[in-house]
Every structure is written in structure tokens, then in C-alpha cells.
T-cell receptor, first 110, second 113 residues
């Protein structure tokens, strides 16, 4: 079983739709969580950190569920410019390793 | 803004050649990383450095070595390039270990013929 798993998609949604992705992790000692965005042929860039209490940044909401060991990303009012691959990243306690999921591809359609 | 730069965006080399990929960051970050990214496999850590002259193997270090002589520069070396090392190579840096955001360079797409 992979340490971090994501549905590869693609998720095809119309503009204005709400879409949510989940990312499951296998190590209960995981301590830090992030969502990154990666555009085609570009480097990953931080979208947002994920805090235990959940956090929101404009149209984006990230949540952590420690009991079920997953994090989620909700995008409201999708824009064409949101089309990208979304990577979840998990850091395990006491290590330096950033463990990346393989990404979920989102396509927002006009 | 943190800036991480990589020496080449695209590189084509022949099997058996020695290849140097260079990465420079301008934010005085302690930690630097080399990953490769392949379709369906995601980002895999090759090597990591937490200080000058210090290095740790990642998940796939075979066929690679690294050098960190100065804090801002982290080099990845392919001693004898092989076709299975054709990939996108991404360098990253972070200030602290274990909790901090990683900042990525633009990547080097290496093709080994």
C-alpha cells in the first residue's frame, strides 16, 4: 500500500462547480500536511498548509481527519484557471521526508 | 520571494555520459532536495542535504550522487547516464526540516539517448 494515495482523476467539472478531492495516508504518526498545485510542465507550488482545525483561503478549504487518516481539498466556484494537478504532501513525525501523492488532475470546463 | 533556480530546463545526453544538474536557492535555506518525477509514480526523493557537506540518501539514490559545497548550491550528478534516468528532475529547498514548506525550482527535463 502506498504511504499517500490520491485518485488520479481527471475530475472534469463545469465552471462554477464545487469539487472536492481526498488524500489518504497510511502512517498515523504523520504530522504535517500540505496541498500543492502543479500546472502542466511546471514545478509544484504550495497551495495551502492543512491544519488540524481546518483552514480556508478564499475559494479553497482544506481539512484534516486524523481518525480516518485523510486530508481533503474543497474548491468552490471553480475557475478555468484552477485546472491543474493537485498534490497532497505528508511529513511523518521525526523525519525529513516529504511524501508526495501522485496527484489528482482537475479540468474545469467552460 | 524564495527563488530556486536550476541550471537547465532541457538537457539531452548520451548513455554513459556524466551529467551535472545544478540547483541554487537564494533564501539561505538549510535544507535542499533532489527529486525525480515520472508519470504515475509522482515525486521520488533521490537525495537530501540538511547542511553544507551533509547528505542523506532518499528513496532512489542508486546511480546518483550529490554535492553541497556551499549552502546555496546543491548539485546532482549522474555518474554514467542510462536511459532509465530520463525524467523530470526537480530541486527544492526549505528552511526547516519536517514542518516547513518546500519551494521548487522549475525543473530540468533530462533525456538520455
Amino acid at each position: 500500500r502506498k504511504e499517500v494515495e490520491q485518485d488520479p482523476g481527471p475530475f472534469n467539472v463545469p465552471e462554477g462547480a464545487t469539487v472536492a478531492f481526498n488524500c489518504t495516508y497510511s502512517n498515523s504518526a504523520s504530522q504535517s500536511f500540505f496541498w500543492y498545485r502543479q500546472d502542466c510542465r511546471k514545478e509544484p507550488k504550495l497551495l495551502m498548509s492543512v491544519y488540524s482545525s481546518g483552514n480556508e483561503d478564499g475559494r479553497f478549504t482544506a481539512q484534516l481527519n486524523r481518525a480516518s487518516q485523510y486530508i481533503s481539498l474543497l474548491i468552490r466556484d471553480s475557475k478555468l484557471s484552477d485546472s491543474a494537478t493537485y498534490l497532497c504532501v505528508v511529513i511523518n513525525s521525526g523525519t525529513y521526508k516529504y511524501i508526495f501523492g501522485t496527484g489528482t488532475r482537475l479540468k474545469v470546463l467552460a | 520571494d524564495v527563488k530556486v533556480t536550476q541550471s537547465s530546463r532541457y538537457l539531452v545526453k548520451r548513455t554513459g555520459e556524466k551529467v551535472f544538474l545544478e540547483c541554487v536557492q537564494d533564501m539561505d535555506h538549510e535544507n535542499m532536495f533532489w527529486y525525480r518525477q515520472d508519470p504515475g509514480l509522482g515525486l521520488r526523493l533521490i537525495y537530501f542535504s540538511y547542511d553544507v557537506k551533509m547528505k542523506e540518501k532518499g528513496d532512489i539514490p542508486e546511480g546518483y550522487s550529490v554535492s553541497r559545497e556551499k549552502k546555496e548550491r546543491f548539485s546532482l550528478i549522474l555518474e554514467s547516464a542510462s536511459t532509465n534516468q530520463t525524467s523530470m528532475y526537480l530541486c527544492a529547498s526549505s528552511l526547516f526540516t519536517g514542518t516547513d514548506t518546500q519551494y521548487f525550482g522549475p525543473g530540468t527535463r533530462l533525456t538520455v539517448l
